[in-house]
């Protein structure tokens, strides 16, 4: 059964920086694209990071050039580095699989997510 287990959120000024893990079990990891996300009050959840089994990268557009995101396969876990931050990344963030893994909820698939981890970025 997958776990995703994320950490590392919580309350930041702006122009300040933090670094999420989230620590995977339940899978093979090392082969899996994963990915980090989040959701904002009222949004829809949102890709902002992903990064193969072979190390390649790729970042939204919002975040392109403050977040890094990297993985250790012996650990089984994904990080992701918060540069730079503005009141606009505040949101609950989620690592996930790109494209999510799925569940079975009251016979229905679902996708499964974590607790996530928040961050708040506010002076």
């Known amino acids: 059964q997958v776990q995703l287990v994320e950490s590392g959120g919580g309350l930041v000024q702006p122009g300040g920086s933090l670094r999420l893990s989230c620590a995977a079990s339940g899978m093979i990891f090392s082969i899996n694209t994963m990915g980090w996300y989040r959701q904002a009050p009222g949004k829809q959840r949102e890709l902002v990071a992903g990064?193969?089994?072979?190390?390649?990268?790729n970042y939204a557009d919002s975040v392109k050039g403050r977040f890094t995101i990297s993985r250790d396969n012996a650990k089984n876990t994904v990080y992701l580095q918060m540069n730079s931050l503005k009141p606009e990344d505040t949101a609950v963030y989620y690592c996930?699989?790109?494209?999510?893994?799925?569940?079975?909820?009251?016979?229905?698939?679902?996708?499964?997510w974590g607790k996530g981890s928040l961050v708040t970025v506010s002076s």
């Open positions: 990064i193969t089994n072979g190390g390649s990268t």
């Open positions: 996930n699989r790109d494209p999510p893994f799925r569940t079975v909820v009251a016979g229905t698939r679902v996708d499964y």
